[in-house]
């Protein structure tokens, strides 16, 4: 089932190169068909799991290159089975919403299915260097999807984005031949990398373990290497801002999650250092946020800051806070997600991301502003919400491990509210606004169709039954969760 999972995507990429590109809307439902299919796999797979065990489930390797020590070894856990059902559902929604895609149809869908593809191998590989070569190929559909398919300044954005990771990821490989070079057998498997990097003394751990960190860190995004991230989601067609936000991120952060268990000791003596960079991280996000007005840079900001979060989650050491964290992921993925998705659909129709630009959507749209409403509600973890939880147990975490101090959060907190509830404010409220593009003016604009509103929906139904009902989440996490803490002392 896992190998059928991770090949779907591929071969849908394949049919979908074999259609004609003027055949806009067959290549669109097939592609659909294929990601709602991957979605549904990757439910079954969920279905298979079994959440009493801390174990690799689905465990499976072949020998890739022997002389090296590489395999493909390919296994689920709890930290991991979260991650794939995500991808499945953000590449989903990603597909069905880019209705706007006219132009160049044919390679915007297969390279969608092709990063599809990777993001799920780089969440089930148990050899690291199957891991870092998937980790790498996200990079190419990325780039091309930013560049040929973007907004004004696109080509700046991608190769920016495209310079920023690979020099991330120069740090990462270097970080794991180093580790590659202790491990028993000179093998990548995660288990003997884990095994050999005991053997290390405490300051190569910490050096091997800051280019591990630096190499996620750039993904995460970490302050200060978050610089590519507003160019990027800008500029990005909003179906891969979705998926930037929504899954991209939680990559790094994924890894960070992986290199902790594999250095364990280098973790504990950087878990104050790394603390702060969450603080910063989330405070500094929170502000640029706030003093956004292009709704599209405004999520982005955003999300640095919610990444913080995830990282003081990890940072805490203790099974509180990694369960805040890997909550905080998929929280945030189905939020910015939504967000995301609204967004685009809102510059569908008007050709305009300003917030002054709009008003009153409540009487205009209501389905627009009630999913509007929620997301951002939603994005600052009011209670009833996934964020919520996420945050909460984030909090107890921390709370632990550095008691008072923890109320320097609540500045990230307080300003995370104030631009969601100022985006409220003006999308929802206030005098109606014609719209540029729009002939008639405001009395043109349209509210989600039905099949918005099915995508959004989706989302929606994810942010409030996690919310309100986290126990199957955390069910799937508790194993995993407490073996890994164990593991790190916390």
Not at 284 to 304: E, F, H, N, P
Not at 354 to 367: I, K, M, Q, T
Not at 400 to 425: D, K
Request: proline share 4%; hydrophobic share 55%.
């Amino acid at each position: 089932m896992l190998k059928t999972l991770l090949l779907l995507p591929l071969l849908g990429a394949g049919l979908v190169l074999l259609l004609p590109s003027r055949r806009v809307d067959l290549l669109r439902h097939l592609a659909s068909i294929i990601a709602a299919a991957t979605m549904l796999c990757a439910c079954l797979l969920l279905l298979n799991f079994d959440p009493t065990s801390g174990a690799i489930q689905f465990y499976e390797t072949r020998p890739w290159n022997p002389r090296v020590g590489s395999s493909l070894a390919l296994g689920v856990d709890g930290v991991s089975m979260p991650m794939i059902l995500l991808a499945s559902v953000l590449c989903f929604v990603a597909i069905v919403s880019s209705t706007g895609i006219r132009v160049g149809a044919k390679l915007y869908f297969s390279l969608i299915l092709v990063l599809e593809a990777s993001l799920l191998v780089v969440f089930a590989a148990r050899d690291w260097s199957l891991f870092y070569v998937f980790w790498e190929l996200t990079l190419i559909p990325l780039f091309f999807l930013i560049d040929r398919l973007g907004g004004a300044n696109r080509h700046r954005a991608a190769l920016n984005f495209v310079l920023y990771t690979l020099g991330g990821s120069v740090f990462l490989l270097i970080a794991l031949l180093l580790l590659y070079d202790v491990a028993p057998e000179h093998s990548f498997a995660m288990a003997d990398m884990a095994a050999g990097s005991a053997q290390l003394p405490e300051k190569t751990q910490l050096l091997v373990f800051l280019g591990l960190l630096i190499g996620f860190g750039v993904k995460m995004p970490i302050v200060p290497l978050h610089g590519w991230l507003p160019l990027a989601h800008v500029e990005a067609p909003s179906p891969i801002s979705i998926l930037l936000s929504g899954i991209l991120l939680k990559m790094g952060a994924y890894g960070l999650i992986r290199a902790a268990w594999t250095l364990p000791a280098a973790v504990r003596a950087l878990q104050d250092w790394l603390a702060l960079l969450a603080v910063i991280s989330l405070i500094y996000g929170a502000v640029l946020a706030w003093r956004q007005t292009d709704l599209k840079a405004m999520i982005a900001y955003s999300s640095i800051s919610h990444m913080g979060i995830v990282l003081l989650g990890i940072a805490t050491l203790n099974e509180a806070g990694l369960n805040g964290a890997l909550t905080q992921m998929v929280a945030h993925g189905l939020a910015a997600g939504l967000l995301f998705l609204l967004i685009g659909l809102l510059y569908e129709r008007t050709h305009n991301r300003e917030l002054a630009a709009y008003g009153s959507l409540n009487r205009l749209a209501p389905r627009f502003a009630v999913f509007i409403v929620l997301a951002l509600l939603a994005s600052v973890g009011l209670p009833g919400s996934a964020g919520f939880v996420a945050e909460l147990q984030v909090l107890i975490g921390a709370y632990g491990r550095w008691g008072g101090w923890l109320a320097v959060v609540s500045i990230g907190v307080l300003i995370s509210a104030a631009y969601a509830l100022r985006a409220i404010r003006g999308l929802s409220t206030g005098p109606e606004r014609p719209f540029a593009g729009a002939p008639a003016g405001v009395a043109t604009f349209a509210d989600l169709k039905n099949s918005e509103m099915a995508t959004a929906a989706l989302l929606g139904v994810g942010i409030v039954g996690i919310g309100f009902y986290p126990a199957p989440l955390l069910g799937v996490l508790a194993w995993s969760v407490a073996r890994l803490a164990q593991h790190l002392g916390g």
